[in-house]
């Protein structure tokens, strides 16, 4: 790679001016029109010199062989800056490593194959998913993603939230419409769940099992009402899910962990532990030990135990699992529970800071403007289902990415529905469509075409050319720096900027306007090299979009309206 040609390069000119141990930092200037890459080693070094910083530049110059180091010319800038233009070989030396890596490039291995759990969505069991659970969908899967291709083992996670009051409001909801279906009187509890889907899961039960119940009031009943509920609105998530392309290695229930007694178990050992008293017939853990505003309730006066309560619990099993590593994506309306939850796990012996959180905010949805909601079936919200059904999977997955999570998202409708590149996911994916069309307008295949190839990439010399390659060797970095920050966006950002900078590329190339940018060019060696660099630009955007979850099209109408070759 070119970084470390000249990286190698300064570092032996610096040990031939007598620094003993140099360290030698190189970025890229923000403005391009100062080149390709540039270093302050010379002011870092003032002191250890005993000279200027520049004098020290101008001396680094004059002794390094701009050749092996692969640059073309170098200039010292301000008091002491060195700035690098590569030659065009060493730009566009990265081609061979994206072929070379093909569906591998921008994997990386700096996880070491240590286990991360990623739990998301983890939506209670009380009717449809919606938008939230959907970009959170989004969000946790694209996560995962990174962690796999940076080198991490990844687990999935969904935690049912299937026990406490939510679950006994849906029942309750569920057998007030059931009597309702064979005429008896039932009022829906006022927080209950007055959705259309309440209604369709009384008549499932009704075709299952008649009117076995519906004169039933007992313990018993109301179980096997929740059981049914249940069961069928898992099974509607889980199929919307996987309409969605996510999936997950494991469903744990919430339930299972009064089954197995684990929260008595997590009670016990923080009583243990010395951070348990009682007041007012209530159980508090002593949570202003770790850092939160006053201490916190976990089991009421009657018993009930509080929301986090259970949380510390599973989040002690995930621990003793071995997930030494966690990512929670949940919903911004989580905040107060986060420090509720690592109080109780560093009470019991945790590290500062597990479970790590990417906290998400809301989505609404508008067009012309004005926020549109289009649910019937689930009374007061929009369906994930609803919308990616209007929208497609691909564009509802990208537009639930493509802003910070912590960032409000104004799912826009018009531009959803837009199949032009403003629409910033059809941009991308036409962008690789584009370079898949000149492989077709060449009748050959894309690996046919490069394969075994020594085309000559120092040809590519244009400005377009160079700044399209600098874009494709900065994948590794992207991905890596967007798993580290658990922040999808990074690459949505990427994408839509490659994809830009691949469009102006395929189209100044239009043989009626500029015949020399043309990439099916008459000369045999231009042509070679081109297609190399057309072929790097598909493996690049593919590999990102698979990242992402979402589709590369071979082909589109609009993408294969003009094929500039």
């Known amino acids: 790679m070119a970084l470390e040609q000249i990286r190698s390069a300064l570092v032996t000119v610096l040990r031939e001016m007598g620094v003993a141990d140099p360290s030698v930092g ?35 110059v004059s002794r390094l062989d701009l050749v092996a180091a692969g640059v073309s010319a170098v200039e010292v800038a301000g008091p002491g800056f060195l700035n690098f233009r590569l030659s065009s070989g060493a730009v566009a030396s990265v081609l061979d490593d994206i072929l070379d890596a093909d569906g591998s490039y921008g994997r990386s291995g700096s996880g070491k194959g240590e286990s991360v759990m990623v739990e998301f969505v983890s939506a209670n069991p009380t009717g449809p998913l919606h938008l939230g659970h959907g970009r959170q969908a989004a969000l946790g899967d694209a996560v995962a993603s990174l962690l796999d291709w940076t080198g991490w083992r990844v687990h999935r996670e969904y935690y049912y939230n299937d026990s406490g ?27 209950g769940y007055h959705g259309a889907y309440v209604a369709d899961i009384a008549q499932a039960l009704a075709d299952e099992v008649g009117d076995r119940w519906a004169d039933d009031d007992s313990a018993e009943a109301l179980d096997a009402m929740r059981a049914f509920a249940v069961r069928l609105i898992r099974e509607e998530q889980d199929r919307d899910l996987a309409d969605f392309r996510v999936h997950f290695d494991e469903y744990y229930l919430e339930s299972s962990l009064y089954r197995d007694g684990r929260v008595d178990a997590t009670v016990q050992a923080l009583r243990d532990a010395g951070y348990v008293y009682e007041r007012d017939g209530a159980v508090w853990l002593r949570t202003t030990e770790f850092g939160d505003q006053k201490d916190r309730v976990m089991i009421r006066s009657n018993g009930a135990p509080t929301y ?27 905040h107060g529970t986060v420090s509720r939850v690592r109080a109780g796990l560093r009470a019991l012996g945790l590290p500062e800071g597990y479970p790590e959180y990417v906290l998400h905010q809301m989505v609404r949805v508008e067009r012309d403007g004005k926020e549109v909601k289009f649910s019937k079936r689930a009374g007061s919200y929009t369906t994930l289902r609803e919308l990616y059904e209007e929208v497609g999977v691909d564009v509802a997955r990208y537009f639930m990415l493509m802003r910070k999570p912590d960032a409000h998202l104004v799912f826009d409708l018009d531009m959803a529905l837009d199949q032009s590149d403003k629409n910033p996911v059809y941009k991308v994916q036409y962008a690789h469509a584009r370079m898949c069309s000149i492989f077709a307008k060449a009748g050959l295949e894309p690996e046919e075409a490069v394969a075994g190839s020594h085309a000559d990439l120092s040809l590519l010399v244009h400005d377009l050319e160079r700044e399209l390659i600098k874009r494709l060797r900065e994948f590794p970095e992207t991905v890596e720096r967007a798993a580290s920050q658990a922040a999808p966006h990074v690459v949505c950002d990427y994408l839509e900027q490659t994809a830009g900078a691949a469009n102006s590329w395929y189209h100044a190339g239009n043989p009626s306007r500029n015949p020399e940018l043309t990439v099916l060019a008459d000369d045999p060696a231009l042509r070679a090299a081109r297609l190399v660099l057309t072929r790097a630009v598909q493996i690049v955007l593919h590999n990102g979009l698979t990242l992402l979850g979402i589709d590369a099209p071979r082909r589109m109408d609009r993408a294969e309206a003009a094929v500039p070759a």
């Open 308 to 334: 986090f309560l259970p949380d510390v619990a599973y989040h002690l099993g995930k621990w003793e699992r071995g997930y030494h590593r966690v990512i929670n994506v949940q919903g911004s309306d989580h």
């Open 165 to 191: 009051t939510q679950m006994d409001n849906l029942a309750l909801s569920v057998r007030a419409r059931y009597g309702q279906h064979f005429g008896r009187p039932g009022e829906i509890p006022e927080n």
């Open 26 to 60: 190189l970025e890229r200037p923000r403005d391009p029109s100062h080149g390709d890459l540039a270093t302050n080693v010379a002011m870092t070094l003032a002191k250890v010199l005993g000279r200027p910083p520049r004098q020290i530049a101008e001396e680094i």
